[in-house]
């Protein structure tokens, strides 16, 4: 198994940003070269792919709303993701999970992601 705990989501202005951090514990998935994803879910909405990043951090995919704005990244060593958000919009207003699995990290459906975080919530506001 595969515990995860996202953390830093908060209350930004637009063009601001923020850094958002996923920490596993359990089976780590550094020891299972588990992909790890970030996807977003805004209210009355389905939940979508953000970002994903393969175990070794060499491969990383976005979503066309967030390119060039979101950079993934992870560390092994300490068994923490992270997503920097950066000229954020209103539009990315939602609450942001992270996931783990052994699939692609281009994997853009969630129902194949094995493990989920609970969710950090991050409002933009105009």
């Known amino acids: 198994q595969v515990q995860l705990v996202e953390s830093g989501g908060g209350l930004v202005q637009a063009g601001g940003s923020l850094r958002l951090s996923c920490a596993a514990s359990?089976?780590?998935?550094?020891?299972?070269?588990?992909?790890l994803g970030w996807f977003r879910q805004a209210p009355g909405k389905e939940r979508e792919f953000v970002a994903g990043i393969s175990w070794s951090g060499v491969s990383t995919h976005y979503a066309d709303s967030v390119k060039g704005r979101f950079t993934i990244s992870r560390d092994n060593a300490k068994n923490t993701g992270y997503l920097q958000m950066n000229n954020l919009k209103p539009e990315d207003t939602a609450v942001y999970y992270c996931a783990a699995g052994l699939i692609s990290p281009r994997t853009h459906s969630p129902h194949l992601w094995d493990y989920w975080g609970q969710g950090t919530q991050v409002t933009v506001s105009s």
């Open positions: 359990g089976r780590t998935f550094s020891s299972y070269v588990m992909a």
